[in-house]
């Protein structure tokens, strides 16, 4: 059986800016969704830092 390969991304969504509103986020992964990508993870070190959401999809 061979083993699934993937391609990962990083996407920064830094809070206060007009696009890191819950709607133009949730645009921006419905986007990456029709790219094939999948969220996998979100870290914030803390809530004045970008939050990084980590994508992964088949290679």
Same mark, same amino acid.
């Given at each position: 059986?061979?083993?699934e390969r993937?391609?990962?991304q990083v996407v920064e969504v830094k809070p206060?800016?007009?696009g890191s509103s819950r709607e133009a986020v949730q645009e921006r992964l419905n986007q =990456?969704?029709?790219q094939g990508w999948e969220l996998v993870s979100v870290v914030q070190s803390n809530r004045f830092h970008p939050f990084q959401l980590? =994508?992964?999809k088949p290679h």
């Open positions: 059986m061979a083993s993937w391609t990962y206060g800016f007009l =990456l969704g029709l980590f =994508l992964k």
